[in-house]
């Protein structure tokens, strides 16, 4: 059987959990205060269904989804990890028009494709991202975060 766990880690939800504690760090340095696993009423046509973000500010209406992922280590792309973002764009989608909506990606770059990820899903997948959706991508070297959407 194959294994998907990132190379050091404890487990991949460690990998996430650390990451979300890096964006809410780096959000905060920036004078935006964000609390972790917020619920929000999300839906289409009129249904609704709590859905739980990464992060979030109930007051001043933020929602933030974060992910680490990076290319494979053959520089592939992580085909089942775009999915979860096209998933991401979907909750966003269905979220209440008045959030600030922030995609906050690890900065991953790959030689092979002569890009970041998150650079490649923007080019592949524009079509599925709302317009409103804010991206970031984090550089863990730097600890800093740039708008790139």
């Not at 030689?111 to 863990?140: G, M, S």
């Amino acid at each position: 059987m194959a294994n998907f766990q990132r190379n050091g880690s404890i487990s991949n939800t460690s990998v996430g959990k650390e990451f979300e504690a890096e964006a809410k760090s780096f959000f905060a340095m920036q004078g935006v205060i964000l609390d972790e696993n917020i619920a929000i009423e999300i839906g289409i046509e009129g249904k609704k269904k709590a859905h739980r973000f990464d992060l979030g500010n109930l007051i001043n209406k933020i929602i933030v989804e974060c992910k680490s992922h990076t290319w494979t280590e053959s520089e592939n792309i992580p085909s089942a990890k775009m999915t979860i973002w096209n998933q991401a764009m979907y909750y966003f989608h269905a979220a209440p028009k008045d959030y600030r909506k922030i995609f906050f990606v690890l900065k991953h770059y790959s030689k092979r494709h002569k890009q970041t990820l998150a650079a490649y899903y923007l080019r592949i997948n524009d079509h599925l991202i709302p317009n409103d959706v804010e991206f970031w991508e984090y550089d863990k070297t730097s600890t800093m975060a740039q708008r790139i959407k």
